[in-house]
């Protein structure tokens, strides 16, 4: 919108690089172009401003199948003024003097004009194809359709209007159609996580059995080495217990020797002391026998008395001191009175 401002029953137009004016006065064109600014008198002036940048028009629509399933469809229109005059002439584009606002809709028309030859090819499009094939290539077929009918169109050159570009958005039919359209891929995509979810197990049942089977098999080679240390063991033992038995084997017959050897010297000593003292016996005897019988008897007392108890005093009768001295040689006593 233009900006207007007022200075002593004049009027100040200032427009935007992108919309074009047209000021006529008294029936005569007095200003045209775009990004004008003038001033002008309100009571003499007509004036109109046309866009001409590019616009946006989105679209939605409903539309039938060729299998009698309602569809919705979604679209852009991009288009641009590209002859001002005629869109001037064709289609109110008048402004109020004193307040620069359009007095009409002119780009309501230009979006119901849009807007209805869109849908028209659009739905002489999908009455042909079934939903499956809308909803698979039904984008692009709609699309090059529209964009042909809009290009084709006399009417839009005719008003200045030239089309930019032309998107469909999509293609959508109602929610129940398009629940049930989605089951089966749900449904598959179910049955391809539920495979991926065996085969994980699966693979999990390989990978424990796995584990358990080197779990077994390192069970089964602890216990043989459990046994050969057993038997490495037992042979160890066997084999200390003959060591031992061979060092006390040699043990004893040292020992044995050993008491041999002492048995055989204490028994040479026991025969060398018997020798000697047969020896001294026999010389004992030959000096006794060279001897007295008084003087034996005499020895033999003597022995006697030294193996005899201590006697502090003894008594004799004089029949056996007499008889005593006899047998010794010696005078007997004198008795007396």
């Known amino acids: 919108m233009a900006d207007i401002t007022r200075r002593f029953g004049w009027r100040h137009l200032r427009s935007a690089p992108t919309a074009h004016i047209r ?4 029936g ?9 600014s003038f001033w002008y ?7 109109s401003e046309v866009p001409v940048n590019d616009r946006e028009l989105a679209m939605a629509f409903h539309a039938r199948t060729a299998d009698f399933q309602d569809v919705t469809v979604q679209a852009t229109v991009t288009y641009r003024i590209s002859d001002p005059a005629e869109a001037a002439a064709r289609l109110d584009f008048s402004v109020d003097p004193d ?18 030859t869109a849908q028209q090819h659009t739905l002489d499009v999908l009455a042909r194809t079934p939903l499956a094939g809308a909803l698979v290539d ?19 050159p005719a008003t200045g209007i030239e089309v930019v570009a032309v998107r469909v958005v999509a293609i959508r039919p109602e929610a129940e159609v398009e629940r049930a359209l989605r089951t089966p891929a749900r449904e598959q995509i179910q049955q391809e996580a539920d495979r991926a979810t065996y085969e994980r197990r699966a693979v999990a049942v390989e990978r424990e059995r796995t584990i358990a089977e080197n779990e077994l098999a390192s069970q089964i080679e602890l216990a043989r080495r459990e046994e050969q240390l057993v038997e490495q063991r037992g042979t160890n033992t066997r084999r200390e217990a003959e060591e031992n038995a061979a060092a006390d084997g040699v043990r004893a017959e040292a020992e044995a020797a050993r008491k041999v050897r002492l048995a055989r010297a204490e028994a ?9 003292r047969a020896e001294s016996q026999a010389a004992w005897l030959q000096v006794h026998g060279d001897v007295e019988a008084a003087t034996l008897h005499a020895l033999a007392a003597t022995r006697l008395a030294e193996n005899l108890p201590r006697i502090d005093s003894l008594t004799l009768s004089p029949d056996i001191l007499t008889g005593l001295l006899t047998k010794l040689g010696r005078p007997a006593p004198e008795s007396r009175a």
Do not use: C, Y
């Not at 064109?29 to 004008?36: K, T």
């Not at 008198?41 to 004036?47: E, H, I, P």
């Not at 040479?268 to 000697?276: H, I, K, M």
């Open 23 to 26: 000021h006529h006065k008294r």
């Open 28 to 36: 005569l064109l007095a200003h045209d172009g775009a990004g004008l």
């Open 41 to 47: 008198r309100s009571l003499s002036a007509a004036l």
């Open 99 to 116: 307040s620069g606002v359009w007095r009409g809709a002119p780009l309501e028309q230009i979006a119901t004009l849009l807007t209805e």
């Open 138 to 156: 039904g984008v692009a077929a709609v699309r090059e359709r529209v964009a042909t009918g809009l290009a084709d169109e006399p009417r839009l």
């Open 268 to 276: 040479e000593a026991a025969r060398e002391v018997g020798a000697a």
